[in-house]
């Protein structure tokens, strides 16, 4: 019988934890972390993430301050925003969600972001922290949340064969660096230009997938004893949610996996919570949140 990886049930846990942590120190006369979210435009799959976002932050006590810009907000309106956030001292974390309108360089507004004050860990001077070791960045949310669920439900990694399907900047290519980091796991990352892709995810002990497309990873693809994180999340024409591993017959050969949805999106979030903390912790030099050391 294979375990299902319970995002929700942990995520939930964590926000508990995270609740009373907060309440600590309001106790000792901080103030409540904060955290700036701006959303430009109207894509419906963003409105819903970061609605779900800015519920947790309020749970859990993090002062959430939303922006909602019109669709046809310029790129200079955007920056100029972004450097009044830099400049808040009572803002701790700013997140722009993503995608931006194609009229908006996203590379532009991510470099624009001050690194310590960047959420989601995609700045590159936390990307470059997170690939060289050489110092302790923000790590993004959805890698972090996977590296958590699978400490928790105390799944091996020393050793193993780790195969990341997908190569994004958000999920994939951190994913990578974070089991690389202290060269316990050997690292493969697949994508849309690899040759014959089950031979690579046949020989997964922790199969990682962030692709976007429904059933993409079926039985035969992978091996007996398998541990599958499924990142995906695809609506179905029915409306049904999905994600890109066909779970109901992965699960018969699997050690471990998460379902979706109640999987890696419930940590996501979660995630994101936590580096709000950790970044207002360093700032009141508290140093970094335990949950963000890899
Ligand atoms: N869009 C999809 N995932 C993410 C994320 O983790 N952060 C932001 N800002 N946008 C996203």
């Known amino acids: ?5 319970d995002g929700k049930s942990l995520a939930n846990k964590l926000k508990e934890e995270l609740k009373e942590e907060i309440s600590h120190y309001l106790k000792k006369g901080l103030r409540k972390p904060s955290l700036a979210v701006i959303l430009v435009g109207e894509n419906p799959a963003s409105k819903i993430y970061v609605r779900k976002k800015e519920e947790s932050c309020e749970y859990v006590g993090i002062n959430s301050i939303s922006y909602h810009l019109p669709e046809d907000t310029t790129e200079k309106q955007l920056l100029k925003l972004i450097n009044e956030l830099n400049n808040r001292d009572d803002v ?50 959805t890698p972090l949340g996977i590296w958590i669920m699978l400490k928790h439900y105390d799944i091996e990694i020393f050793k193993k064969n780790v195969v990341i399907v997908g190569t994004s900047n958000i999920v994939g290519k951190p994913m990578g660096l974070i089991f690389l980091k202290n060269e316990e796991a050997t690292i493969t990352y697949c994508h ?16 990682i997938v962030a692709v976007g497309k429904p059933k993409l990873i079926t039985e035969d693809m992978v091996k007996e004893g398998v541990v599958v994180v499924d990142v995906g999340i695809n609506r179905l024409q029915n409306g049904k949610i999905v994600g890109d591993v066909d779970f109901d017959n992965v699960k018969n050969k699997a050690y471990a996996i998460t379902p979706v949805p109640g999987g890696v ?20 030099g508290l140093g970094r949140h335990p949950l963000t050391i890899i």
Request: aromatic share 4%.
């Open 1 to 5: 019988m294979y375990k299902l990886l």
């Open 92 to 141: 701790d974390g700013i997140l722009v969600q993503l995608p931006l309108p194609e009229h908006i360089n996203t590379k532009k507004i991510i470099n624009s972001i001050n690194p310590q004050k960047d959420v989601d860990g995609f700045h590159p001077l936390n990307v470059g922290k997170l690939a060289t070791g050489i110092d302790e960045g923000v790590i993004p949310c």
């Open 192 to 207: 849309k230009n690899t040759k014959n892709l089950k031979e690579h995810t046949k020989s997964a002990d922790i199969l």
């Open 265 to 284: 999106g419930p940590l996501t979030v979660v995630s994101l919570l936590i580096n709000t903390v950790s970044v207002y912790r360093e700032k009141n």
